[in-house]
Each structure stands twice: as structure tokens, then as C-alpha cells.
């Protein structure tokens, strides 16, 4: 294993969330998405930490600090959402459709 | 000098949420303790800030990654009048609804998370590193996504507030790649050692993430081709929240990119500077076009203030202590008149449709109001004896100093257009005939003394520029 297999892992997550976000029509398929970018991105620091940082800690705690800050912004994403669900029974991003030009 | 109490208002501000939030607990629903302190505190805060003398030179260090240099401080001013104007500007649509939709609840805890994201502000103009610089925007960003879905009887809140917290957190994770590609490229997340390597010598890692990164603020500042989610979120927020949303959220954004730019990718500026003329470009062009056709007040803001951010990314393209500068007085200019807008804006949409409509014959009913809309709109469109000239000249300035004079060119010239949909606003106010079917308006006296503070501070700002010279004087960064 090397940093080259990883940093692509990684880049194919990000590709793969970027690709389900357009596809996916369903709020928590899309929040599903959002997660693997941001897992993309953790993978990233911990193989820059592991295989070639000068600063090895600063990166493995960096994706600690992303995990929690990803839980929190889900908390909220997901009130949201259920506030929508309530309005309209279903969660079909179809629907946003109040508010355009 | 800075001495080691400057970091005080800092903490207020972070322990400030928890007391007001926690004064609930021990009074009624009707209470109006918790509105007391907050407002105390806020004032409290900003003076305090107003204490610290701007001393330039290198700023200090607190625990090696919070900073506090002048370019700091200022910011910090910035966003407390932010936050000031935007809780008074929210008290009203807690006592009564607003824009046909129910009154809001909970004034404590509104207060709490506009100080959680004026802090999350603080948080990005002091940090020196990657990781305390990630956790303040996102201390900024994520209060701002639960504030835009603040009225829960309201549909096009939660709309908007999913439409948001969609857009929101794919900029994150932009980002955040963008950030692991610049800690691998540098070894370190300490902003010294970022710009050290960068210096040294790049490579395609330091492009991906330069790219990463602008992708994602530029969804935060709505630039070009990231900011279709504004208007609607514009729209479909409470009036206030959009008010916030449009200067402390944009406020926190520019500094991010400020910092970055002045700071860790300083090396490589002028390999950069295209980009942002070009993002600066087609950002102010589509904000101007897109308010060309807006008939609603608040979509029609929306667009004007995303023309606003390419006129405040031209400032970039300066050098530090320029542009800096030239941003942080466009800042101030920019939240007063946005804010005046508002107030006017929240007054007609608690009585009226908030359409251009319901301006007609406003200067024959309440030519008070009539006046602080032409005041406001002046301002923004940027017509001399007014705030906005000067801080639009300074951007300008501060662009065509290092020589990019096509760019400054093109955004002058959208001036005009941008004058063009400013001037139909105050059209409708002071020429269009007078429609009977429009209910009166009503001020109360906090609204009429704000508006009246507001408009005073817009021509003052302008006429005497001794004022600014006082930011611009003996401020080298």
C-alpha cells in the first residue's frame, strides 16, 4: 500500500459522493453522499499523516475534529429535514419547488 | 502593543450564548431579561473592541494558533454591528409575524446562535491554522443553516433552510479536500509553515487544492458559478436571518478568503490574481443580471449582494495592507446600508406584500422612509457624496493599484447597470402613482430611531471622510 493507492481511494469517494449527489433524488441519500466527501477527505489526512507529514499528529486529529463536526451538521440537517417531512410526507428533493424565479 | 487583555471580548463573546440562553431558565416566557443582557452584551462587546488601539505591526499570539492583528479587530467590529443590527432587526418578528408568515419564538436562544456564528467569524479572522481555521467557519456557517429554518410554521423556511444545508455542506467538504491536499503538500497545518512551502516550490497537489478551495468558499460567497442557492435562501428565510445571512455570513467569508490569500497562499498570489479577476468578473456581471428582472424586494437583495461580493473580490487582487484595507471599510459600508435596506424592507413586508408594488407612493406617505430607501439604495449603487462611493473606490484602488486594470474597468462599467435596477427601486418609491389598495405603514419607535441612526451613519461615513481615515490611518498590517 502506498500514498498513491490511497490519495486515489480517496478521490474516488469524492467522485463517487459528487456523482450520487447529482444522481440521487432522496434528501437522505443525498446527506449519504455528502458524508462519503467528507470521508474522502479523512482518508486523505490520515494517509498524508501516515506516509509523509512532518506533522504526523496535527493530521490524524484533524479527521477526528472532522468527524464530530460532520455529526453535528448532520443533527441539524437532519431536523431540518424531518421538518420537511412533516410538511410534505416524503422526502423527493422534487419537491423544493416554492421558491424560483 | 498588544497586551494579553485584548483577548477578553474574545471569551465574552464566547461565554455571552450560554448566559443569555441560560437567563431563560430562570424567567417567564414574556420575560425581557434575556433581550436586556443581550443587547448589553453586544454593546458591551463591540465597545470593548473599540478600546484596543490599532497599533499595526505583527499583532499576538495566544496559545500559537489565535491571532489578533489589526486586520482582526476590525473584522471583529464588522461582525459586531452585524450581530447588533441583525437582533434588533429581529425583535419585531418576534412580537408580531412578518411577510404574511406567523411571529417567530424563542428571541434567547435566536440570540445564542447569532453570537455561536459571530463567534464562528472571530474564530476564522484569528486563526493561524488549518484546523482552527476549518472548526470557525464551521462554527460560523452551521448556527446560520438552524437560523434560516427558525420559523417551523413556515414552508418556504424549511425549504430554504434544506436548499442551504444541502449547499452548505457539499462547500464543506470542497474544503476540506482542498485543506488535505494543502496539508499534504506542506507537511503541517501551521499557516507559517504552509507559506513557507509554499514559497519553496509548488506542485499540481498545491493547484488541486487551491481549486478545492476556492470551489468552496465560493459556494459560501456565491460567487459565479456557486451561488444559485442565494436567492432562493434569500427568499425563503425570515427577513432578519436573510440580513444576517447577507453580511455577517459574507463577512465571514471574505475574511476566510483574505487570510488565505494574505497569508498561506501569499507566495503564489500573483498566479492566482487571473483567477480571482475572472471569478470577480463573471460574479459581479451575473449578480447585476440577475437583478435586472427580480420584482421581489428580498430576491432583488439577494442578487444585489451577490453583485456586491464580485465587487469586494476585485479588492484582492491589492496588495495586504490595500486591500485589506479597502475590504474592511467596504464592510462596514456595506452591513450599514444593507441593513437600512432591511429595516425598510422588514417595515413593508410586515404591512405589504414585499414587491417592488408596494413601494409606490411611499415618499407621499412617509417620506422619513422614502429618504432612507433613496439614502440605502445610493449607497449601494455607489453615487458620491454617500458611504458607498468611497468604499467602492477604494476596491477599485486597491485593484488597479497592481496594474489589473481591465477587471476594474469591466466593474465600474457594471456600475451603471447596477445603478440602472437601483434607481427603478427609488422609482417606485418616489414616482409611481400612489395605489389606494396598499395598507398603511406603521413604524415603531426602535425601527424609526434605527432607521434614522442608519441614515445619518451612511452620509457621515461619506462626507467625512476623517472617519475613515481613523480606520486607514497608522495601519500598517
Excluded at chain 2, 444545508?165 to 491536499?181: C, H, N, Q, R
Excluded at chain 2, 465587487?311 to 462596514?332: P, Q, R, S
Excluded at chain 2, 445619518?456 to 490611518?473: R, T
Aim: with cysteine.
Amino acid at each position: 500500500m502506498t500514498l498513491m493507492n490511497c490519495l486515489i481511494l480517496a478521490f474516488l469517494l469524492f467522485g463517487i459522493g459528487v456523482w450520487g449527489l447529482m444522481r440521487r433524488r432522496h434528501l437522505i441519500g443525498m446527506l449519504i453522499s455528502i458524508e462519503l466527501m467528507l470521508n474522502a477527505a479523512n482518508i486523505n489526512f490520515i494517509s498524508f499523516a501516515y506516509f509523509s507529514a512532518s506533522d504526523s499528529t496535527a493530521g490524524a486529529l484533524f479527521s477526528i475534529f472532522v468527524i464530530a463536526v460532520t455529526a453535528c451538521e448532520m443533527a441539524i440537517a437532519l431536523a431540518i429535514i424531518v421538518s420537511m417531512y412533516r410538511r410534505y410526507k416524503s422526502l423527493d428533493v422534487e419537491q423544493l419547488r416554492d421558491l424560483h424565479d | 502593543m498588544y497586551i494579553p487583555n485584548f483577548i477578553i471580548p474574545d471569551l465574552l463573546l464566547l461565554l455571552f450564548p450560554f448566559i443569555v440562553i441560560g437567563s431563560r431558565l430562570f424567567c417567564t416566557d414574556r420575560s425581557k431579561v434575556p433581550w436586556r443582557i443581550a443587547n448589553i452584551g453586544f454593546i458591551a462587546i463591540f465597545v470593548l473592541l473599540n478600546f484596543i488601539p490599532l497599533s499595526g505591526g505583527v499583532g499576538r499570539f495566544f496559545i500559537t494558533n489565535w491571532h489578533i492583528d489589526d486586520f482582526g479587530v476590525l473584522m471583529r467590529e464588522v461582525l459586531m454591528v452585524s450581530a447588533i443590527l441583525g437582533i434588533w432587526l429581529a425583535k419585531d418578528y418576534f412580537e408580531h409575524g412578518g411577510d404574511g408568515k406567523p411571529a417567530m419564538h424563542q428571541i434567547a436562544e435566536f440570540i445564542g446562535t447569532v453570537a455561536f456564528a459571530t463567534f464562528g467569524g472571530f474564530t476564522v479572522v484569528s486563526a493561524c491554522d488549518l484546523l482552527t481555521f476549518f472548526l470557525g467557519l464551521e462554527i460560523a456557517t452551521i448556527p446560520m443553516y438552524a437560523l434560516a429554518a427558525w420559523n417551523k410554521r413556515d414552508q418556504y423556511g424549511s425549504e430554504a433552510a434544506t436548499k442551504y444545508i444541502l449547499m452548505g455542506s457539499v462547500a464543506t467538504a470542497f474544503e476540506l479536500f482542498g485543506f488535505s491536499y494543502l496539508y499534504g503538500f506542506a507537511g503541517s497545518i501551521h499557516f507559517d509553515s504552509i507559506q513557507h512551502a509554499v514559497a519553496s516550490g509548488s506542485s499540481p497537489l498545491l493547484w488541486i487544492a487551491v481549486l478545492f478551495l476556492f470551489a468552496g468558499i465560493g459556494f459560501k460567497l456565491t460567487l459565479f458559478p456557486f451561488y444559485t442557492w442565494a436567492p432562493d435562501v434569500y427568499e425563503g428565510a425570515p427577513t432578519p436571518v436573510t440580513a444576517i445571512l447577507s453580511v455577517t455570513s459574507k463577512a465571514t467569508a471574505i475574511a476566510f478568503l483574505v487570510v488565505l490569500v494574505y497569508g498561506p497562499l501569499s507566495p503564489i498570489k500573483e498566479q492566482v490574481a487571473p483567477f480571482i479577476a475572472l471569478l470577480a468578473g463573471t460574479t459581479l456581471f451575473v449578480g447585476n443580471l440577475g437583478a435586472l428582472k427580480q420584482s421581489r424586494l428580498r430576491r432583488f437583495m439577494a442578487y444585489s449582494s451577490i453583485a456586491q461580493a464580485g465587487y469586494i473580490m476585485v479588492a484582492l487582487l491589492g496588495d495586504a495592507v490595500m486591500g485589506k484595507t479597502a475590504i474592511i471599510y467596504y464592510l462596514f459600508v456595506y452591513a450599514i446600508s444593507n441593513y437600512l435596506a432591511f429595516f425598510i424592507f422588514g417595515i413593508i413586508g410586515h404591512h405589504r406584500e414585499e414587491t417592488f408594488d408596494s413601494l409606490r407612493g411611499l415618499s407621499k406617505q412617509k417620506p422619513t422612509l422614502a429618504i432612507a430607501l433613496a439614502v440605502a439604495m445610493f449607497s449601494l449603487a455607489g453615487i458620491p457624496p454617500l458611504a458607498g462611493f468611497f468604499g467602492k473606490f477604494h476596491l477599485f484602488f486597491s485593484g488597479a493599484s497592481t496594474g489589473h486594470y481591465g477587471i476594474v474597468a469591466f466593474a465600474v462599467l457594471n456600475n451603471v447597470l447596477a445603478l440602472y435596477y437601483y434607481l427603478q427601486l427609488i422609482k417606485s418609491a418616489w414616482i409611481d402613482d400612489t395605489d389606494e389598495h396598499l395598507n398603511p405603514l406603521r413604524m415603531t419607535k426602535r425601527q424609526r430611531n434605527v432607521i434614522v441612526l442608519l441614515t445619518v451613519a451612511v452620509i457621515v461615513l461619506g462626507v467625512l471622510p476623517f472617519l475613515s481615515d481613523n480606520i486607514f490611518a497608522g495601519f500598517t498590517f
